[in-house]
């Protein structure tokens, strides 16, 4: 066979091969994708902090498992708390992601250290024993100090949401775990931190609902000791503690709009989006333990007008967009012409990212997104419907749309507390898993 033939023969069987994965693809994307049990008895490091709207660790396993080769790239834009990188990881694949909140990559680098839980025993045990001993014995130290460390509006958010005793504590806290030479140990120690104050329930604050992203203030609650929280959600964090098989994991403050990429290097793309409009709002609630690692509230108010989704649309260029989508935004703008300029900043902005997403991907590869839809003002702005034309317009094929329902629970989307046909009330109970095919 002369070398042209060769390159025919690869190229054919190349082809049969995509058009099996591409089958097997379609096949996933049909059966049934809500997970509703076993959830305790897999990795761990899933349930080290909560996290608003991440997907069950078995929708990306699924995928990666059946459409990716061992040691191939798995690709995840929107990290969040990493469930796609940490399942790529354990399945032996090299895990991309990116994420431009701030807590998406503490919580993610520390998933991804390496120490033994021995040493991290000891080193916490330090911490706690120092930290008690300076809220004991030097409060009017630790008291001078809080004043130096944070400028008056980030002052006044914490004594809105913080009772003083629990802000000596945390400060006391936060200054020991600075100290840590053992950086893998220290990025531990600093998810667990953060992990008492973003609570679905009890928690350090005096916040009811952090982790749903709605706090409000209850003033009858009385706040567990950031102490004794600290200390117990060590011992659950550690247990059942495994090293990771040694996987390549690349983590990274970047925009999915534009990411540190070559073109067509990624076997797979596994990722869900933030919800148009702001629905689930991240800073609202990261808020309350990124001021502890030295975030100013001014500058998170900055970070949270460049989410994918924040309703800020000063200064912004709002694309041309296809024409449902299109249709959707006049629709919204028609009976709210604020929220639908949101909309159609949310969808202008989804288009770049899946052309982003379109030019790093592989030929002969799926680009899976895990999206529900909203009701704004009353308009179901149908947004799997309006992605998956957006997708189609910059190149994908759609393989197909697999359907799930939302365990609104255990995702921690907002939940009943809300007043009945609020908007959040009428969100989705179904999510949509869109796979796009780059031919
Ligand atoms: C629905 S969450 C992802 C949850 C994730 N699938 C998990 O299981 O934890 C969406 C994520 O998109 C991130 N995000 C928002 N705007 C972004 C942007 N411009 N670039 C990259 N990530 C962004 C948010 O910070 C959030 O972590």
Same mark, same amino acid.
């Given at each position: 066979m002369n070398r042209d033939m060769n390159v025919e023969v690869v190229s054919r069987f190349k082809r049969k091969d995509n058009a099996a994965q591409r089958e097997l693809c379609e096949q996933l994307l049909q059966t049934n994708l809500d997970f509703k049990s076993s959830r305790n008895n897999h990795e761990p490091r899933h349930y080290w902090h909560a996290f608003p709207a991440k997907f069950p +660790? %078995?929708?990306?396993?699924?995928?990666?498992?059946? #459409?990716?080769?061992?040691?191939?790239r798995v690709l995840d834009p929107?990290?969040? !708390?990493? /469930? =796609?990188?940490?399942?790529?990881s354990l399945l032996n694949r090299e895990s991309v992601g990116f994420d431009i909140d701030p807590l998406s990559l503490i919580i993610g680098r520390a998933k991804f250290q390496r120490f033994s839980p021995d040493s991290a025993v000891e080193t916490a045990y330090r911490v706690l024993k120092e930290a008690r001993e300076k809220f004991d014995f030097f409060k009017d130290k630790l008291k001078d100090a809080l004043k130096k460390r944070f400028d008056p509006? =980030? @002052?006044?958010?914490?004594?809105? +949401?913080? @009772?003083?005793?629990? %802000?000596?504590?945390?400060?006391?806290?936060i200054r020991e775990i600075e100290k840590i030479a053992d950086e893998a140990?220290?990025?531990?120690?600093?998810?667990?931190?953060? &992990?008492?104050?973003? =609570?679905? !329930?009890?928690?350090?604050?005096?916040? *009811?609902?952090?982790?749903?992203?709605?706090?409000?203030?209850?003033?009858?609650?009385?706040?567990? &000791?950031?102490? %004794?929280?600290? !200390?117990?959600r060590l011992f659950k964090n550690l247990q059942k503690f495994q090293e990771l098989p040694p996987a390549e994991v690349f983590l990274k403050e970047a925009d999915a709009k534009n990411m540190p990429l070559a073109g067509e290097s990624v076997d797979l793309i596994f990722t869900s989006p933030p919800y148009a409009n702001n629905a689930i709002? *991240?800073?609202?609630?990261?808020?309350? &333990?990124?001021? +502890?690692?030295?975030?100013?509230?001014?500058? #998170? $108010?900055?970070?949270?007008? /460049? *989410?994918?989704? !924040?309703? =800020?649309? @000063?200064?912004?260029? @709002?694309?041309?967009?296809?024409?449902? &989508? $299109?249709?959707?935004?006049?629709?919204?703008?028609k009976i709210n012409k604020k929220k639908g300029r949101a909309l159609h900043r949310y969808y202008s902005e989804m288009c770049e990212v899946i052309k982003e997403m379109y030019r790093v991907l592989k030929h002969g590869r799926a680009c899976v997104i895990v999206v529900a839809s909203s009701v704004l003002s009353g308009v179901d702005v149908?947004?799997? #419907?309006?992605?998956?034309?957006?997708?189609? /317009?910059?190149?994908?094929?759609?393989?197909? /749309?697999?359907?799930?329902?939302?365990?609104?629970?255990?995702?921690?989307?907002?939940?009943?507390?809300?007043?009945?046909?609020? %908007?959040i009330e009428t969100r989705m109970?179904?999510?949509?898993?869109?796979?796009? +095919? $780059?031919v």
């Open positions: +660790w %078995q929708l990306p396993k699924l995928f990666i498992e059946n #459409l990716t080769p061992v040691a191939g929107m990290a969040g !708390s990493c /469930t =796609t990188l940490l399942e790529a509006e =980030t @002052l006044s958010f914490l004594d809105y +949401w913080f @009772l003083e005793d629990t %802000q000596l504590e945390l400060l006391a806290l140990i220290k990025q531990f120690l600093m998810l667990i931190f953060s &992990s008492i104050i973003i =609570t679905k !329930s009890g928690g350090v604050t005096m916040a *009811y609902d952090l982790a749903h992203t709605r706090p409000h203030r209850v003033l009858s609650k009385v706040p567990n &000791s950031a102490f %004794q929280d600290f !200390s117990k709002d *991240y800073m609202r609630a990261h808020k309350f &333990s990124l001021v +502890w690692f030295g975030c100013k509230i001014s500058d #998170l $108010k900055q970070i949270r007008k /460049t *989410y994918l989704g !924040s309703e =800020t649309t @000063l200064n912004f260029r @709002l694309n041309d967009l296809p024409a449902y &989508s $299109k249709s959707k935004v006049l629709e919204l703008k149908e947004t799997h #419907l309006c992605l998956s034309e957006i997708g189609k /317009t910059h190149g994908f094929e759609m393989a197909h /749309t697999g359907k799930r329902s939302i365990d609104r629970n255990r995702r921690m989307l907002p939940t009943s507390h809300n007043k009945t046909g609020s %908007q109970h179904t999510e949509y898993i869109l796979g796009f +095919w $780059k």
